[in-house]
């Protein structure tokens, strides 16, 4: 579920912005849908240095989120 306040408010904020506002989920969620690992990486570590009890990878914090990746099979998304 996304919440209309923040998508209107954070939407054109970059991955590095969204992370000093402390939006993990957000940022990692932009960082996989450009499929810019390097991102994912950054969105780690910076979790990771204010976590009470780390993750080791991307995956694990993709698990902790509940964020996935968009199925290939996926041609585009329509607003209803």
């Given at each position: 579920?996304?919440?209309?306040?923040?998508?209107?408010?954070?939407?054109?904020?970059?991955?590095?912005?969204?992370?000093?506002?402390?939006?993990y989920?957000?940022?990692?969620?932009?960082?996989?849908?450009?499929?810019?690992?390097?991102?994912?990486?950054?969105?780690?570590?910076?979790?990771?240095?204010?976590?009470?009890?780390?993750?080791?990878?991307?995956?694990?914090?993709?698990?902790?989120?509940?964020?996935?990746?968009?199925?290939?099979?996926?041609?585009?998304?329509?607003?209803?």
């Amino acid at each position: 579920m996304v919440d209309r306040t923040a998508c209107g408010r954070y939407q054109k904020l970059s991955c590095h912005k969204l992370l000093e506002h402390g939006l993990y989920k957000a940022a990692l969620c932009g960082a996989e849908y450009d499929g810019n690992v390097e991102a994912q990486r950054t969105v780690l570590e910076s979790y990771n240095a204010q976590a009470i009890v780390p993750v080791a990878d991307v995956d694990q914090l993709r698990a902790r989120f509940g964020v996935f990746g968009v199925p290939a099979s996926v041609a585009g998304v329509e607003r209803v």
